[in-house]
Nanobody, 118 residues
C-alpha cells in the first residue's frame, strides 16, 4: 500500500486548508480499511485528527470537531481533510493513514506541513 498526500502549507488563523490523500495497492480491492489523518506538533506525540470508514462513519479529535471535515471516495481510494477556522495550535506535520481492519496494520504517507500564523 502506498499513500500519496498533497495539500497543506501556510494559512492565517481563521483560514482554511485542504489535505488530500490517495491510496494505491492491490490489496485495497480485497480489504476493508479506514482512512484518516494524524498530526504531530513539535515536542508532542502523534495524535489522531480525523478518520473515516468505508461506510462514511467519521470520528474527530475534540480539538478539531466542528472545524474540520473528512470525506472519502471509495472508488478512487482517496480521503480529503477540509480544515476550516484554523488556529495556530493546528500547526503540525500531518500524516495520512490507512488502517487495514482485518490485519490491524497501519500504513503512513509522508508528512505534510501545516503552519497557521496568528
Amino acid at each position: 500500500v502506498q499513500l500519496q498526500a498533497s495539500g497543506g502549507g501556510l494559512a492565517q488563523a481563521g483560514g482554511s486548508l485542504r489535505l488530500s490523500c490517495a491510496a494505491s495497492g492491490t490489496i485495497l480491492r480485497f480489504r476493508t480499511y479506514l482512512m484518516g489523518w494524524y498530526r504531530q506538533a513539535p515536542g508532542k506525540q502523534r495524535e489522531l485528527v480525523a478518520r473515516v470508514s468505508a461506510g462514511g462513519l467519521t470520528n474527530f479529535a475534540d480539538s478539531v470537531a466542528g472545524r474540520f471535515t473528512i470525506s472519502r471516495d471509495n472508488a478512487k481510494n482517496t480521503a480529503d481533510l477540509q480544515m476550516n477556522s484554523l488556529k495556530p495550535e493546528d500547526t503540525a506535520i500531518y500524516y495520512c493513514n490507512l488502517h487495514l481492519s482485518a490485519d490491524d496494520t497501519d500504513y503512513w504517507g509522508k508528512g505534510t506541513q501545516v503552519t497557521v500564523s496568528s
